[in-house]
Every structure is written in structure tokens, then in C-alpha cells.
């Protein structure tokens, strides 16, 4: 076989994981319909939720997703009811806390999920914050459609949430949520993947890595270490997303024999003042 050949085959294997959705199970499926009825044709403000939903961060969070799991808002579908229709929007409204709340009406919150009819969420893991907060990574899968399509199609999303802890336990108080792409990442090199992230932001444009070493994988995190020019030693943090792409989360600065102390550096405003083709 010759190298050119070669070259391709390795090019075509890196972009088919670019491809391929998510096998991961679902990690929401708390609830049955009994729970439901419980709450069938309520308000928002009319709903109180049991506290030993709310008892734990992780609690609140499969939860949450577990009542949303078979929310509808497709605008109505020709074969009849699918999932728990519209029942569990005002339910999952009352994870949010009263201060989110007041910034995002329910008239909002239900609007946001236009075009949904299942949720599945593949992915949770609570995550550094540098303020000392509560926050969680998560993804999630879902199955859309509209009645402009007769089609459904699955969707992927992933964000970070922020959760307090109230009276009533502990409840979400922000919540971002990104769509994912599956096109631009197999076309358009080195900023979807961890490695060269690094490469790149703190080796090219920073100058900061004098030692990579091997990256440690474990499921979806990668842990990312290097000697930099500094003397000091550093720890980058990145999630696979189902689209292949890798999403830094975290960075880590250890002088000798300190303890490890989380960082927010910002390679695109600290260490390029003028961006060229050179540098992509």
C-alpha cells in the first residue's frame, strides 16, 4: 500500500467519529406515568415538588431530566399523543429557583423546547468552577420534528448548569445549553480536537509548553498534562462530545509541590495580539 493511500485511509478513520451518534444509555429514567398524574393539569404555580427530589445536586439533575424525558412540544403529531404530551413542562419549571425564574418566564422556558418530543440525557459529570459554585457538565440527546416534516431526527445538545442551595433543596440556577454541529468538525481541522487545542493555543500562540506528555482518556475526559516554560506544570481538562468534538472544561497550575490550583486563562486575549493564517 503506498503512503499517499495510507495517509487517506487515516484521514477517512479520524473523520468517521465525526459520524457516528452516541450508543450511551440513558442515565433519566426515574419516572413513570404514576408520577405524572401526580401533577396532571397543574400550573406551574400550583406545583410543589416532593423536597427528596431536590436533596442532592445530583438528585436535582436526574430529576430534572428524568421529568423531561417525555415532554412534547412538536406542535402536535399525526399519530396522537407522544410521550406525556405537555404535562411535564411545569413540573421540571419548579427545578429552577425563584431568582431564574424571574429572569426566564415560563412562556420562555416552554418556548425553548419548541420542536421536542423525547430527551435522553447520555452525559452528566459535576465539574471545577473556579468561583467555588455548584456546576455540572451534561449532554443531551433528542428526537425533533415539526409538522413541517413528516421526519423525526435526532438532535444533540451539551451545556453547563449551575445549581444553589435553597430552603426547598437544591435548585438550578442557570442552564446554557449549545447545539452541537456534525458537519464543521470533520472538515475543519485542529479547534474540535483536545490535543491539538494545546498544541496550538498554549504551545503556538503562548509559547507555554516546554513537555506534552501521553493524554490519560477515560470515557469522555481527557486529562491533558504539560511541563511549561514557567516552570510550572499543567493539567487541561476536555469532554468528548457524541460529535467527536472535544470541549475544554477546566485548567490546572501546579508550581512544585504545591497543590494543584484551578486557572481561567484565555489564550485568545493573552497571548495573540494580531491573528494571521499562520496561526490556524
Known sequence: MNM?????????????????????????????????????????????LPSELTRTPEDTLLNYFSVLREAENMG??????????????????????????????????FNSFAGVGHTSLIKLCRVPDIKHGIRFFYEIETIEGSLDKRAEYFGYYYGFIQLVNEKDGYQISDLSKIEEDFLCAPYHGWSHDAEA???????????????????????????????????????????????????????????GNKEWKQVNMKPEEECLTEKTDDNF
Open 4 to 48: 499517499q493511500k495510507r495517509n487517506q485511509m487515516d484521514k477517512t478513520s479520524i473523520h468517521q467519529k465525526y459520524f457516528r451518534p452516541s450508543c450511551l444509555k440513558a442515565l433519566n429514567l426515574r419516572f413513570g406515568w404514576e408520577f405524572y398524574s401526580l401533577f396532571s393539569e397543574k400550573p406551574h404555580d400550583q406545583i410543589k
Open 76 to 109: 402536535g403529531r399525526s399519530c396522537g399523543t407522544v410521550g406525556q404530551a405537555r404535562t411535564p413542562f411545569p413540573i421540571a419549571y419548579n427545578f429552577l429557583s425563584k431568582e431564574y425564574q424571574n429572569k426566564l418566564s415560563y412562556d420562555e422556558y
Open 197 to 255: 487545542v494545546v498544541e496550538v493555543k498554549y504551545g503556538g500562540w503562548c509559547k507555554l509548553i516546554q513537555k506534552r506528555y501521553p493524554t490519560i482518556t477515560n470515557g469522555y475526559v481527557k486529562n491533558i498534562y504539560f511541563q511549561g516554560n514557567d516552570g510550572a506544570d499543567y493539567c487541561m481538562i476536555f469532554f468528548t462530545l457524541t460529535n467527536g468534538t472535544d470541549v475544554e472544561i477546566a485548567q490546572f497550575r501546579k508550581v
